[in-house]
């Protein structure tokens, strides 16, 4: 996408819709399918007027899915069976002129549906497929579905255009092939339909996306005492899909934010401990192919910036702290992050060169306590393996064989890979701990990167503060003659999935802030020297907080 058309389109929010659940544009007019109230509602993305168009025939439409319109017919799906009605436009305004009726059936139940020319493509989560059928019901042929979820699906000249709720991505697709020319992260989750928008000034093709989820909100009950309390009521709007695909480096940026990122130290002692010429050093945010530091500036009192290899951290002096000191320091910084994507495959990975000696010596050992000489960790490594070469592919194993035998559970502390394996239960901390002893163990160089996501509960209202409840952490691995990929610890480790996302292997979304990576996150020095777990430790000498702020979004070009 050019320079050109870099201005930012609208939230498109209809009145009233609870879950929306199939989207098409004609000119400057959106008809969207809402499933849960049955109707089906013409809509003015620009100032979100709203009619039912479907106003004597909304129960026809409850549950339905999908939504694809040809001059003379609307079409959509429920269940296994494809529907539909005879419309006509007067004057940019869609009327229903007959009821819906079946057109043809297919084996398993469908959700998205498009058509172009004379030929149906259907998703179906339950068969795992893109179905390509005529429009008299024949089968022409099949495409495997890019990803585990509920899709919806849209035409737009060659390409086949799939979203996915689970996996959060959009897929571009080769009409002819079903294969993927490359893939898109979503701002938000749970997305459920997308067309495209004709801009009438540019010409340019906009691509929305529908979102249609729960959000929790504070209820106030008059008739109960406290009269606060936690309920959840339904969201859906359609947002704009910003994106730009880079071939030459195998991957894709989309929406991103320009966010405002505090972190400060309060010191507040627990211990008795009296340390003098302290040095206390903090990760600054580091710069990506997706994210980039526009400005940093010391909060409290003033920093050194010092690097290690490559990365930036702010060092703060103290001539002593005593259990009577009290002080704030830290950093505020203005980010600009994009959700990133990457499209390397197997096949990209078949003839790649030796790890250099020096990444062998570094990333391929136990320098963090990952147990991997315990029969439990190297029996894992193994067995994750399978008999695998490829390293993508083993990589794929590893991630898999690490989500099938563990569940997600917060700790205060982390404990050693072979006791997470052992107990089946791990943090994101000890998922990252079990993810980096196997791939060490299999070749696979690899090192912890993190360390906050910014809150996303109210991404479209810019200038709130957000507070983050817990830090995060995730993996890079290396690919040599590549460079270093993103992959999360356990986020896409869904227990009710038939089979795990992708999301997030080889990708990351805007909300993941990168920094310290090959280097401690924090380290505090007393005279020269590291100071003991015996003596003292950062978490008993201070009590951190953290802001974000989102100051505007930002297209990726």
């Not at 695998?388 to 890979?417: A, C, F, Q, W």
């Not at 901390?429 to 196997?438: K, N, P, Q, R, T």
């Not at 163990?441 to 906050?452: M, Q």
Request: with cysteine.
């Amino acid at each position: 996408m050019s320079k050109k058309h870099s201005r930012l389109y609208p939230t498109i929010r209809p009145l009233v819709a609870k879950s929306i659940d199939g989207l098409v544009f004609k000119n400057d007019t959106l008809i969207a399918l809402d499933s849960r109230n049955g109707y089906l509602l013409q809509v003015n993305p620009f100032n979100n007027d709203t009619r039912i168009v479907n106003h004597c025939l909304w129960e026809d439409f409850l549950g339905t899915r999908g939504l694809s319109v040809t001059p003379r017919q609307l079409w959509f799906t429920c269940q296994e069976y494809i529907y539909h009605c005879e419309i006509e436009w007067q004057k940019d305004n869609l009327t229903l002129t007959s009821k819906p009726r079946i057109a043809f059936s297919i084996p398993y139940p469908a959700n998205g549906i498009a058509i172009f020319d004379k030929t149906v493509y259907i998703t179906s989560e339950r068969a795992g497929y893109i179905y390509v059928y005529s429009l008299e019901g024949e089968m022409i042929t099949k495409f495997n579905a890019p990803g585990v979820g509920v899709e919806n699906i849209t035409v737009k000249g060659d390409e086949l255009w799939v979203c996915d709720n689970i996996e959060q991505t959009v897929y571009c697709l080769d009409r002819a092939t079903g294969e993927t020319k490359y893939s898109i992260i979503t701002p938000f989750e749970h997305p459920s339909a997308l067309g495209f928008l004709r801009d009438s000034k540019t010409a340019h093709q906009v691509l929305y996306v529908a979102y249609s989820d729960q959000e929790p909100y504070i209820r106030d009950n008059p008739n109960s005492d406290p009269s606060h309390e936690l309920a959840y009521r339904p969201r859906t709007f359609i947002h704009p899909l910003y994106f730009k695909y880079f071939p030459d480096k195998k991957y894709t940026l989309s929406n991103g934010f320009l966010i405002e990122m505090t972190y400060v130290e309060e010191i507040s002692p627990l211990d008795h401990a009296t340390l003098k010429d302290v040095e206390w050093r903090i990760a600054l945010p580091a710069e990506s192919p997706r994210q980039r530091v526009k400005k940093v500036e010391p909060v409290g009192i003033p920093f050194v910036i010092e690097e290690y290899d490559g990365q930036k951290v702010a060092l703060f002096r103290f001539p002593e702290l005593s259990p009577h000191s009290r002080h704030i320091f830290g950093w505020r910084a203005i980010l600009e992050v994009w959700s990133i994507k990457y499209q390397y495959k197997p096949r990209d990975c078949e003839n790649l060169p030796p790890l250099p000696p020096e990444y062998e010596d570094k990333y391929l050992i136990d320098d963090d306590n990952l147990a991997m000489n315990t029969d439990i960790v190297l029996r894992a490594a193994e067995e994750a393996r399978g008999n695998e070469t490829n390293i993508l592919r083993k990589l794929y194993n590893i991630r898999n064989y690490v989500y099938d035998h563990l569940r997600y559970g917060m700790k205060s502390y982390i404990d050693p890979p072979d006791i997470v394996l052992k107990r089946g239960v791990g943090s994101c901390g000890e998922y990252l701990g079990v993810l980096l002893a196997l791939c060490r163990l299999n070749g696979i160089a690899c090192r912890t990167v993190g360390r906050y996501k910014c809150p996303r509960q109210q991404v479209l209202h810019f200038g709130v503060p957000l507070i983050p409840q817990f830090n995060h952490v995730w993996m890079e691995f290396y690919l040599p003659g590549i460079g270093w990929l993103p992959m999360e610890s356990n986020p896409d480790d869904i227990e009710d999935c038939m089979a795990y996302p992708t999301r997030f292997f080889m990708g990351l979304a805007w909300y993941h802030m990168e920094m310290a990576k090959d280097i401690p996150f924090e380290t505090l020095k007393s005279e020269g020297e590291y100071v003991s777990r015996e003596v003292t430790t950062i978490g008993r000498l201070a009590i951190n907080h953290i802001y974000f702020t989102i100051l505007e979004e930002l297209p990726p070009y």
